[in-house]
C-alpha cells in the first residue's frame, strides 16, 4: 500500500519555525520526486518545494525562497520541510506529494504528482 505520512504541524506564532516530515512508503522513494504543495483556506493548493531524485536539486516557490528547505533523506525514505521565519500567510494544509516522474528541473505544478499524503495542517497567529 502506497503512503505519504505527513506530520510536524501546529501552531506557531509569526517569526517562529517548524519542521514537517512526510514518511514514504509503498514505492521506490529514491526514483520519485518529493514535494509539498500547500491549500490556505479558501484558496487552491499551490506547489511550495520539490526536490528532484537524479541529482537532488531543490526548487522553491518565490513566496518560501529563503525561508523553507526541503531536504530528502533517501535511508529512512522520509522528505522533510524546515519552516523558518514563518508569516500568517503561510498558515495552510501542508501536504507530501510524490511524482514518478522522478527528474525535475523546474518547480512543477500541483497537477503533476500523482501521489498524495493526508496533509499537516500549520498555523501562524499570535
Known amino acids: 500500500e502506497v503512503q505519504l505520512q505527513a506530520s510536524g504541524g501546529g501552531l506557531v506564532q509569526p517569526g517562529g519555525s517548524l519542521r514537517l516530515s512526510c514518511a514514504a512508503s509503498g514505492f521506490t522513494f529514491g526514483t520519485y520526486a518529493m514535494s509539498w504543495v500547500r491549500q490556505a483556506p479558501g484558496q487552491g493548493r499551490e506547489g511550495i518545494s520539490a526536490i528532484s531524485t537524479r541529482d537532488l536539486r531543490t526548487f522553491y516557490a518565490d513566496s518560501v525562497k529563503g525561508r523553507f528547505t526541503i531536504a530528502s533523506d533517501p535511508t529512512a525514505a522520509t522528505v522533510y520541510l524546515q519552516m523558518y521565519s514563518l508569516k500568517p500567510e503561510d498558515t495552510a494544509i501542508y501536504y507530501c506529494?510524490?511524482?514518478?516522474?522522478?527528474?525535475?528541473?523546474?518547480?512543477?505544478?500541483?497537477?503533476?504528482?500523482?501521489?498524495w499524503g493526508q496533509g499537516t495542517q500549520v498555523t501562524v497567529s499570535s
Open positions: 506529494a510524490a511524482s514518478a516522474h522522478g527528474h525535475i528541473i523546474s518547480l512543477p505544478p500541483e497537477p503533476f504528482y500523482e501521489l
